[in-house]
Nanobody
Framework: QVQLVESGGGLVQAGGSLRLSCEASGSTFSLNAMGWFRQAPGHDRLLVADISSGGSTNYADSVKGRFTISRDNAKNTVYLQMNSLKPEETAVYYC????????????????WGKGTLVTVSS
């Protein structure tokens, strides 16, 4: 049974940084793509960044140049380094286990963590 546990959220001022972590268990982590999503109150859950099993990355346009996704297969952990945070990026951030389609698009499978809250104050 796949379990994903996020950590690293918290309160940060605008312009600040946070590093989120997601530890996976019960899966062949190194064979799967992983994604970070976020969901603000009253909004849909949106893909922020994803990383393939081989380490190639994709980012939403809104976070390019500020966020970095990475993975450590030895630790079954995926990270999201977030810099220059904005108040509108206040949301619950979720880790997901998925896969890449042949056109390189990330597909989320139904494996989610419980999320970690990021609050960016102005």
């Amino acid at each position: 049974q796949v379990q994903l546990v996020e950590s690293g959220g918290g309160l940060v001022q605008a312009g600040g940084s946070l590093r989120l972590s997601c530890e996976a268990s019960g899966s062949t982590f190194s064979l799967n793509a992983m994604g970070w999503f976020r969901q603000a109150p009253g909004h849909d859950r949106l893909l922020v960044a994803d990383i393939s099993s081989g380490g190639s990355t994709n980012y939403a346009d809104s976070v390019k140049g500020r966020f970095t996704i990475s993975r450590d297969n030895a630790k079954n952990t995926v990270y999201l380094q977030m810099n220059s945070l904005k108040p509108e990026e206040t949301a619950v951030y979720y880790c997901n286990l998925g896969y890449r389609r042949s056109d390189n698009q990330y597909v989320a499978m139904n494996y989610w963590g419980k999320g970690t809250l990021v609050t960016v104050s102005s």
